[in-house]
Every structure is written in C-alpha cells, then in structure tokens.
C-alpha cells in the first residue's frame, strides 16, 4: 500500500526531487522495472487508458536532462520502446481472441464500448497506419491494436507497424523532452512545465469528449 502510494505520488508530482526520492525508496533498478510495466499497461490493457503516456515520456526526458538525475536516457529509452511495443503486441492477441464478444455485448464494467467504437472509426479512416497514429492520440492508442485484433488485421503488417509508431512516439517524447528540459527556464520551475505538460496531454482526450457528446446530439436529433 505503501509503494503504491508513493508511486501515485511520483506520478502526479514528477520532479527531479520527486523521481529521486522514489528511486531511493525502492532501488534504481525496480524503478525500470516500474516505468516498463506503466508503459507496457498503458498501451497493452484496455482497461487501463488512463495511466500516463506522452507526459510520462516527456516527464522523464526533461527529468534525465537535469544534473544528478537517476534516469540512464539511453537505456530507459530502449526499455520503453520494448515495453510499447509488447504493449500493443499482447493487446492486439487479447482483441483477436475475446474482442468479437466484447461488441457483441451493450454494457461493460471493464471497458468503455464508445472508445472502442471510436477507435474502430479511426482504424477505418487510416487504415493500418492507425496502429502508428494513434501513438499520438490518448485513450485511442490503447483501443488501436484491440480494434486490429478484433478485425483479424494480420499480425506480420501489424508488427511493422507496431514497432514503427513505438519507436517513433517514444523517441519523439523522450528527446523532446530532454531539450526541452535543459531550457534555464525549465529547470527552475520544473513542477509548474511538467503540470503544463500534462495538461496539454489532456487536450486530445477533452477535444474527443466533446466530439463524441456532439455526435451523440447529432445521432440522438436524428
């Protein structure tokens, strides 16, 4: 309960302070452990979209840019493009063997039928390069590779580009955010840039709830 406290903590304050402390609490090594597997959940389980992605990425690019920082950038990054990639390769397998009966079915207690339906009109508007667009796009990257699963897309197209939206979406979050964080300005107010982040992270998710509420009116006016 403890670490779980202190990972929720970490989280919703990271700072170079903050991610040091953690890292103290519980070992460098386990704290790639920890950033693999809330990779690996974010993009791997449908149950899970809201853990942090594009933020967490930048968060600790900007974080290793600091002097003193526990974060190896080369290796956390090849750590999470593996844990990315996995992500979608162990989501896609859950879409392609129980997805069929999840549509089938109105309600769920798990899983939010408007994102998948969501996901699957963005999976018919781009085709298989939904799998490296939606990297970019919270909540419908974790319902991409369900959706591809679901529509039996065949798994070697699927791996290309599986590993090409992981590799594109964790290098361009992480090395942005290691410039981005040697900027003066940055490094002296650390937590209000990483709030900012986050919420400009959030952007995509308000600016697709207030589609589908307006496609909700629109099909309700029908």
């Keep these: 309960m403890e ?35 809330i990779i690996f959940a974010e993009t791997g389980l449908v149950v899970t979209p809201v853990l942090p992605g594009d933020s967490l990425l930048f968060a600790l ?19 999470l493009i593996v844990a990315a990639v996995l992500g979608d390769a162990v989501n896609y397998w859950i879409g392609y063997r129980i997805g069929p009966r ?14 998948l339906l969501r996901a699957q009109e963005f999976y018919e508007k781009y085709g298989g390069k939904t799998i490296i667009l939606a990297r970019f796009v919270p909540i419908v990257r974790t319902f ?22 992981a590799v594109g979406w964790v290098l361009i979050c992480v ?11 940055v490094q002296k107010r650390f937590e209000l840039v990483i709030v ?19 496609r909700a009116k629109r099909a309700a006016a029908v």
Excluded: Q
């Design 175 to 185: 090395v942005a955010g290691y410039y981005f964080g040697r900027i003066p300005f």
């Design 196 to 214: 900012g982040i986050v919420v400009v992270s959030c952007i995509p998710m308000a600016v697709e709830f207030f589609l589908a509420r307006r």
């Design 3 to 37: 670490f779980l406290r202190k990972l929720i903590w970490t989280i919703f304050h990271l700072s170079p302070k903050s991610l040091n402390d953690f890292t103290a609490y519980i070992g460098p090594h386990n704290l790639y452990v920890v950033l693999f597997l």
């Design 102 to 115: 999840v549509f089938t079915r109105e309600n769920s207690r798990l899983l939010n039928k408007e994102h």
């Design 61 to 79: 690019g900007a974080i290793s840019a600091n002097a003193g920082s526990p974060i190896n950038l080369p290796l956390i990054t090849v750590l």
């Design 144 to 165: 991409a590779p369900f959706v591809a699963g679901i529509g039996k897309m065949g798994y070697a197209r699927f791996a290309i580009y599986n590993v090409a939206g």
